[in-house]
C-alpha cells in the first residue's frame, strides 16, 4: 500500500502542475480609467490570493483550469466577481474595473473631494492645475525618509535645499533663484517670516506630517501674489476626513556623529528673555548679578536619544456637513557638526595669497520642534461653505559651539615647527521662532453656479527670539606643540547680546468669478484683489563686560587665576547696554493689489490671461539714529505684472503647456535700513537705495500622465530679471582696507534651464526620477591688484566679472527607487539627490568667490504594516555621511604648518562640516 502512494501521489502532483496555468491582468477605476494599487486578487476556493502592484497589475501562478471565480475587492470600491473559464494556456489578459462604493461623485465632491494625500490624486491635481507645479503627497511624505518640509522639498525637480549648521534643509532654492526670489504660503496664504532681517520662511520649523500634500507653484497666474520669480512654496495642511480617522506615530533615533564625541550643553533654564535695559529702564546700570551664569555653565556628555511624535485626529458629523481635524507633531532631536575653517590673507597682487589661519568648530544642538494644526469647515449646502484653519508652529534651537582659532605666524619653536596665535570661543546661543496663522474662509456660489464669491479674513504673526546670546573668549598660544598662557582676551572678552523681532499681518482676500457658456466652450472672469497691513518692530542690544587684571597686571590666566568660567569675577564696559543701534527699529508694509483674468475652456483647449495690480508702501524708522542720513525712510511704488498660461491637450492624457508672467521682488525690510551692524566676521550694511527686482518669466513644458500616479513632465524655462539683488563684499571708501557686506542691484541677470520629471512602476518597483539644469549669468564689479608701473606700488582696481546667480546649481538630479508589496504590507524607499557646485559667498576680489562642492545626500526609508494597523518603520538620512565643502577656484599657497591637504585640481579647500548619519526607528497606528 505503501508503496502504490508512493508511486500515485507524484503522479497525482504531476497532473496536477501540468494542468495548472498563470493567469495575468490588470485592476482599474471605473471612472476614472487609473490603475488601482494594493487591491485584493482571490481565486475562490483555491487559496490562491495576491494584490496589484504599483502599476494595478497582478498575477496568480499554479491556477488549476476549469470554471473558477476571481474575486477583486479594494477599500471604498464595490467587490467585483469574475466568473471565467481557465485555460490551460493563452488565458486571455484581464482588465477588471471597479466603481467607487457609498457616495455618489456629487457627495465625494462635497466632503474630500482630492486632497493630493495619495500619489494618484497629486498626479491629477498636477495635471488639472492652471499653473505650472510640482506635488508631493502626504502619502509619499509618510514613506520618505524626511521629517521637515525643507527636506521633502530637496526631492521636487529644479529644487535644492539650504542647510543650516546641522546640515538640515532649512530654505529652498527654486529653478536656480535664491530663497528671497521665493515665498511661501499655509493653505494658499501667504505667512510672514520670524527672520531678523530677511522676507523668506525658514522651511525647517514646519514638521512634515502635518501636510495632506506640498505643491510648488513654477509659475503665477494674476489671482496669485507676484513677488515669486523664483516660485512659490504652499503647504496645504491636513483636511477633515470623510469617515473617522486617527493617525499617530512615534520613534526614537540617534545621531552617528555623537557615537563618535561627546554633546555640549549649556543650563539655559536661568536665561532672562528681555535684558537689563527692558526690565530696569533706560539709564539702569547693569553689573555682573543682572546676567545669568547658565550660560557660561557647560556639560559635556552624551545626548538622550532623539524623540519623534505626531497624531491627528478628524471625522465629520451631522450628515458631513461638519467636518473636524486637528494635528500636532512635536520633535526633540540632537544634532551637531564637527568644521574646520581655512583663512586666506590678501597679499601682493595675489587676492589669495596664502593660508594664514585654521578654525575648527564643533557644534551641538539641541532642536525642540512643535507644530499644531486645526481645521473646522461647515457645508450649509452645496453652494455655500465656511472653514476656520489655525497653524501654530514653534522652534526652539539651543546650540553651543566651541571653537579654536589657529594663526600661524614666521616664529620657529625648537622643534622646527612654527608658532601659533590661538583665540578659544564658546558660544552659547538659544533661539526661538514662532509663526501662527489663522484663516476665516468662505467659498458661495450663485445663480445656478454661474457666480462665485471667495473671501478670506487672515491674521498671522512670526517671532524670532535669541536672548542672552553668550560669547567669551581666551588668548593663547602654541610652542613646541603645546598650548600655553590660555587668558582672557584682554579687552571685554564676553558679550551678551538680546535680539528679538516680531511681525504682524492682517489681510483681506476677495475673488468674484462669473462663468459663461457658450456652446462646447466655456469662460470664466475672475477679479479679485487683497489689501495687507504688515507691522514689524526689531530690537538688539549688547552688553560688553570684562575682568579686571590679576596681580602681575595681566589678563586672569586660566587655570591660575580661574577654574571656570563662572567663577571670574567680571565688570561690564558699557552698563546701560548697547540698544541705540540701527537694529533697534519699526517697519512697515502696506500692499494692496487687484487683479482681473479669463479662463477660456474649449475641449482641446485652456486659456488663462489678465493682468494684477500690485501697490507697495514699505517704510522703516529707527528708534535711535546715530546720526545716519537718512533715519527713517520709506519706498513707494506701483507694479503691473501681466501673465497668460496657454494648455492644449493633445490627449486626454498629455498636454502642452506654455506660460509668461511678470514678478516682483521687492528688499527685505532691514536690507533698506542705512545700519552698520558688527557681526562676528564682518561688517553688515543696509542699503537704503536697493530697488526692487523685476522679472519677465516663460515656462514651456510637455505633461504626460500615462499612470494612476505616474508622469513624464519635459520642460524648459526662461527668466530675465532686471536690478536682481545680491549680497557682495565692498570696499569702505573711508576706512581704506575694510569690507562690508551690503545688498545691491547689478544690471540685468538670466537664468534659463530645463527640467526632466519622470515617475514609472513596475508592479512593486518604482523609480522616481528628476533632472534640471540651469544655467545663470550676472555681471558685478570686483576687485583686482596690479603694480604700478611708475611707482612700483600695489594698487586696487575695479573690473566687472561675470559669474552665476548666487545659490544657483547648474546640475540637481534626484532618484529614488522603491518597493511595494502590499499583500506583505511592506514599503522600501532609496533616495538620492544630487546638487552640483554653487556660489556660497560672493567676493569682494575679482576670481575669489566661495563655491560649494557638489554633493549627493542618501537617504532611505522602510515600512512595515501590519493588519491591526500598526506599522514599523525605519528611516536612515545621510547614509553616506557627505560633507559640506567650500572651496576657492585657485590654488592658495599652503601653510607648511597645516597637515590636511586643502589644495587640489586647481581648488583650494575653504571649509569642510562634517555632519554623520541619523538613524530613527519607529511605531505607526492609523484606524481608519
Do not use: C
Request: aromatic content about 10%; hydrophobic content about 30%; cysteine-free.
Amino acid at each position: 500500500m505503501n508503496k502504490f502512494l508512493q508511486i500515485l501521489l507524484p503522479l497525482l502532483f504531476g497532473f496536477t502542475i501540468a494542468n495548472a496555468t498563470t493567469l495575468k491582468g490588470h485592476v482599474y477605476d471605473q471612472q476614472t480609467g487609473e490603475p488601482l494599487v494594493g487591491a485584493t486578487i482571490t481565486l475562490d476556493k483555491t487559496g490562491k490570493v495576491t494584490s496589484t502592484g504599483l502599476d494595478g497589475s497582478f498575477e496568480l501562478k499554479g491556477v488549476p483550469q476549469g470554471a473558477a471565480a476571481l474575486r477583486i475587492t479594494y477599500i471604498t470600491y464595490k467587490t467585483v466577481v469574475k466568473e471565467l473559464t481557465i485555460l490551460k494556456e493563452d488565458n486571455p489578459h484581464l482588465k477588471i474595473y471597479m466603481e467607487p462604493a457609498g457616495k455618489t461623485l456629487q457627495e465625494v465632491s462635497i466632503t474630500s473631494s482630492n486632497n493630493g494625500a495619495t500619489d494618484r490624486d497629486a498626479r491629477r491635481i498636477e495635471q488639472s492645475a492652471v499653473q505650472v507645479m510640482n506635488i508631493v503627497s502626504s502619502k509619499a511624505i509618510e514613506i520618505s525618509p524626511d521629517l521637515t518640509v525643507a527636506n521633502v522639498l530637496q526631492r521636487v525637480s529644479g529644487v535644492s535645499i539650504e542647510r543650516n549648521s546641522n546640515g538640515d534643509g532649512q530654505y529652498a532654492i527654486l529653478r536656480g533663484m535664491d530663497k528671497r526670489y521665493n515665498y511661501t504660503l499655509v493653505n494658499g496664504v501667504k505667512i510672514p517670516s520670524p527672520d531678523n532681517k530677511y522676507r523668506y520662511v525658514p522651511l525647517d520649523l514646519f514638521p512634515a506630517d502635518l501636510l495632506d500634500r506640498l505643491e510648488v507653484y513654477k509659475t503665477l497666474t494674476p489671482n496669485l501674489e507676484g513677488d515669486a520669480i523664483g516660485g512659490a512654496v504652499n503647504m496645504v495642511m491636513k483636511n477633515a476626513p470623510d469617515h473617522f480617522q486617527i493617525n499617530a506615530n512615534i520613534a526614537t533615533g540617534y545621531s552617528q556623529l555623537f557615537f563618535d564625541r561627546n554633546f555640549t550643553s549649556f543650563d539655559a533654564s536661568g536665561i532672562n528673555h528681555k535684558s537689563p535695559y527692558e526690565i530696569n529702564g533706560r539709564n539702569y546700570n547693569a553689573t555682573q548679578a543682572d546676567f545669568a551664569k547658565g550660560t557660561l555653565s557647560y556639560i559635556s556628555k552624551k545626548p538622550a536619544p532623539n524623540l519623534i511624535g505626531s497624531m491627528s485626529i478628524g471625522q465629520r458629523f451631522f450628515d458631513n456637513k461638519l467636518g473636524v481635524v486637528i494635528a500636532g507633531s512635536y520633535q526633540n532631536t540632537y544634532r551637531g557638526s564637527n568644521s574646520t575653517f581655512y583663512e586666506s590673507s590678501v597679499d601682493g597682487t595675489d587676492a589669495y595669497a596664502k593660508i594664514t589661519s585654521q578654525d575648527k568648530r564643533e557644534y551641538s544642538e539641541q532642536q525642540k520642534r512643535l507644530g499644531l494644526h486645526g481645521k473646522i469647515d461647515y457645508v450649509f449646502d452645496k453652494n455655500n461653505k465656511i472653514s476656520l484653519y489655525n497653524v501654530y508652529v514653534d522652534l526652539k534651537n539651543q546650540q553651543l559651539r566651541d571653537e579654536v582659532s589657529t594663526t600661524y605666524n614666521n616664529v620657529y619653536n625648537a622643534s622646527g615647527g612654527k608658532n601659533a596665535e590661538l583665540v578659544y570661543s564658546t558660544r552659547s546661543r538659544l533661539t526661538e521662532q514662532q509663526i501662527y496663522n489663522t484663516t476665516l474662509h468662505g467659498d458661495h456660489k450663485f445663480f445656478y453656479n454661474k457666480f462665485s464669491v471667495q473671501w478670506s479674513g487672515v491674521y498671522s504673526s512670526a517671532r524670532n527670539e535669541v536672548p542672552d546670546n553668550t560669547l567669551i573668549s581666551l588668548n593663547g598660544l602654541r610652542t613646541n606643540n603645546q598650548d600655553t598662557r590660555l587668558s582672557l582676551v584682554n579687552t571685554n572678552p564676553v558679550e551678551r547680546r538680546w535680539e528679538r523681532n516680531t511681525d504682524e499681518d492682517k489681510a483681506g482676500y476677495l475673488d468674484l468669478g462669473y462663468t459663461v457658456k457658450t456652446g462646447e466652450n466655456k469662460i470664466d472672469f475672475m477679479a479679485g484683489g487683497l489689501y495687507r497691513d504688515k507691522q514689524r518692530s526689531g530690537f538688539f542690544n549688547k552688553y560688553n563686560l570684562f575682568a579686571p587684571l590679576n596681580a602681575q597686571g595681566k589678563a586672569p590666566l586660566y587655570g591660575v587665576d580661574f577654574q571656570n568660567y563662572t567663577d571670574l569675577n567680571l565688570s561690564v564696559s558699557n552698563p546701560q547696554g548697547g540698544v541705540a543701534n540701527s537694529l533697534t527699529y519699526d517697519a512697515s508694509e502696506k500692499i494692496g493689489a487687484g487683479y482681473g483674468m479669463f479662463k477660456l475652456t474649449s475641449n482641446k483647449l485652456e486659456v488663462v490671461a489678465g493682468a494684477r495690480v500690485e501697490h507697495t508702501n514699505q517704510g522703516y524708522n529707527l528708534l535711535f539714529p546715530q546720526g545716519e542720513a537718512r533715519p527713517t525712510g520709506s519706498q513707494i511704488y506701483t507694479d503691473v505684472l501681466p501673465s497668460a498660461t496657454i494648455k492644449y491637450h493633445l490627449t486626454d492624457k498629455e498636454q502642452l503647456h506654455a506660460s509668461y508672467y511678470r514678478a516682483v521682488n521687492r528688499p527685505g525690510f532691514y536690507e533698506i535700513v542705512p545700519s552698520k551692524i558688527v557681526n562676528e566676521e564682518y561688517e553688515e550694511r543696509g542699503n537704503p537705495d536697493l530697488k526692487r527686482a523685476l522679472a519677465d518669466n516663460y515656462d514651456l513644458r510637455y505633461e504626460l500622465f500615462p499612470g494612476a500616479a505616474e508622469q513624464l513632465l519635459v520642460g524648459a524655462f526662461y527668466k530675465k530679471i532686471k536690478n536682481p539683488i545680491e549680497y557682495t563684499f565692498q570696499p569702505d571708501a573711508v576706512r581704506g582696507q575694510d569690507i562690508y557686506y551690503t545688498p545691491g542691484n547689478f544690471g540685468t541677470a538670466k537664468n534659463y534651464g530645463a527640467e526632466v520629471d519622470y515617475i514609472k512602476f513596475f508592479n512593486k518597483i518604482g523609480i522616481k526620477a528628476n533632472y534640471t539644469y540651469t544655467h545663470s549669468r550676472i555681471t558685478t564689479p570686483k576687485t583686482s591688484r596690479r603694480i604700478n608701473e611708475t611707482t612700483g606700488d600695489i594698487e586696487a582696481f575695479l573690473v566687472d566679472q561675470s559669474r552665476p546667480l548666487y545659490g544657483q546649481s547648474a546640475h540637481v538630479a534626484n532618484l529614488s527607487l522603491l518597493y511595494k508589496d502590499t499583500k506583505k504590507g511592506l514599503d522600501i524607499q532609496l533616495a538620492g539627490a544630487y546638487t552640483g557646485e554653487r556660489i556660497n559667498t560672493v567676493s569682494q576680489f575679482l576670481n575669489n568667490d566661495l563655491w560649494q562642492k557638489g554633493f549627493i545626500q542618501m537617504d532611505a526609508s522602510a515600512e512595515k504594516r501590519f493588519k491591526s494597523g500598526i506599522s514599523v518603520f525605519v528611516k536612515a538620512n545621510n547614509l553616506l555621511n557627505t560633507p559640506f565643502k567650500l572651496f576657492i577656484k585657485g590654488t592658495n599657497t599652503e601653510n607648511d604648518s597645516i597637515k590636511e591637504n586643502i589644495v587640489s585640481n586647481g581648488q583650494t579647500l575653504i571649509r569642510n562640516d562634517q555632519y554623520g548619519q541619523g538613524y530613527l526607528i519607529g511605531l505607526r497606528y492609523k484606524f481608519n
